[in-house]
């Protein structure tokens, strides 16, 4: 199959009994979940319940009712921006943030009047807490930040930002999308109001589940109106969680894939899982120096950043040395801008983009030798651009 070192795209391989589950509930069950009453229905019922009660589990939460099952993180991120900002407020934001967030509100500040703060960066792509507090003001109703950048890995400082928030009781949105899976995320402990994750990178399941988990009472309007599968003859989304938000049928193979998942983690150990990839990334830091010609943006510092490593070669484009690795070594990385301008403007990639390692669980120390043994060969390569 090659080596794969893409995995914050998303994860591969996946633990194998996250497709077993899926493949057993498929051919020996397969009812929808909260729409029958046979029981069958009512046992895919519980495989839901089950997902919900273990997503809570992982992020130190207590009420399962509110994880609500979405089809990624994209649609997470929606639901939350969408679903609490109206007209006339101020929404505040990092300066990494995937397009999934960004998009999304440069969407509503173009159609609906919201305005909108970005919390300045260090150059390496570290948010100071206290650059937060000068730009609050009176109708700020949300912030939303990553929790580690897509680009540059950088670990962002949720727990402090956490706190003003809850001093300024204004909602605060976390986008998982890279750290659940790999680091401890405690909602209650850190002031998370809404967290948003996606089921296919590091945590491991497949692609087409993700969710947001809500700590927050406030008024979140629906995304979508459907089918819940009861109180059918009201007209309107109903007004208890998890319905509320949850409309049409849900992707049950999936969520049991997803437990299927959680549960690979808790057995590794989420501490274990983060001291494996941080040592492939002291590795992998170490070993990339080798290569002649190469730019590794960011900090270069284990302890500050999760399994991701932009770099370029000065003499090629990244877009060609992506396919070089591809088509040469059987090597899978990506190339690019990887959906967040605002990242690359920090470290002045914003035309060229960058080559971005994603280092995941399975990968192997073996893995980033031939990524260094290749690179050499590329960077030497006269056929440069
Ligand atoms: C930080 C961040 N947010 C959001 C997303 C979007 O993820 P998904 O495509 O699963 O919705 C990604 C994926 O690349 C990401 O890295």
């Not at 069958?40 to 994880?67: M, S, W």
Request: with cysteine.
């Amino acid at each position: 199959m090659g080596i794969y070192l893409d995995n914050a795209a998303t994860s591969f391989p996946k633990p194998k009994a996250v497709a077993q589950v899926m493949f057993d509930f498929m051919t020996e069950n397969g009812c929808t979940s909260g729409r029958g009453a046979y029981e069958k229905a009512i046992e895919a019922d519980k495989f839901v319940y089950q997902t919900r009660k273990a997503i809570a589990g992982l992020f130190h939460f207590n009420n399962p009712k509110k994880v609500i099952f979405t089809s990624n993180i994209t649609e997470s991120l929606n639901l939350a921006i969408q679903g609490i900002l109206k007209e006339g407020d101020h929404v505040i934001v990092s300066s990494l943030e995937h397009n999934g967030v960004w998009r999304c509100i440069k969407t509503l500040e173009r159609d609906k009047g919201i305005t909108l703060s970005k919390i300045p960066c260090s150059k390496d792509g570290y948010t100071k807490v206290d650059d937060l507090k000068n730009l609050i003001r009176k109708n700020t109703a949300l912030v939303v930040m990553t929790h580690a950048s897509n680009v540059l890995g950088t670990i962002q400082p949720i727990a402090g930002v956490g706190r003003i928030c809850r001093k300024n009781n204004i909602p605060f949105l976390v986008d998982a999308a890279q750290t659940a899976g790999v680091l401890n995320i405690d909602i209650i402990n850190n002031n998370i109001d809404l967290l948003a994750f996606t089921g296919h990178k590091s945590l491991l399941g497949p692609m087409g589940t993700g969710g947001l988990v809500l700590n927050w009472d406030g008024e979140i309007h629906p995304l979508k109106s459907g089918g819940t599968g009861g109180d059918s003859a009201y007209e309107y989304q109903p007004d208890y969680y998890p319905n509320r938000l949850e409309t049409g049928t849900l992707n049950v193979p999936g969520i049991i894939g997803l437990h299927e998942a959680i549960k690979f983690i808790q057995q590794e150990g989420l501490d274990n899982i983060h001291k494996k990839e941080t040592e492939l990334i002291d590795y992998a830091l170490n070993r990339l120096n080798e290569v002649d010609n190469i730019t590794i943006y960011g900090p270069q510092d284990s302890s500050k950043i999760i399994g991701v490593i932009p770099f370029n070669l000065r003499n090629k484009s990244c877009e060609k040395v992506a396919y070089e690795l591809d088509q040469n070594f059987g090597i899978m990385i990506r190339s690019g801008l990887h959906c967040a301008p605002s990242a690359h403007q920090l470290i002045g990639t914003e035309k060229t983009g960058t080559c971005r390692i994603g280092i995941g669980y399975f990968n192997k120390k073996n893995d980033i030798d031939h990524l260094v043994e290749a690179l050499k060969t590329v960077s030497s390569n006269k056929n440069n651009q």
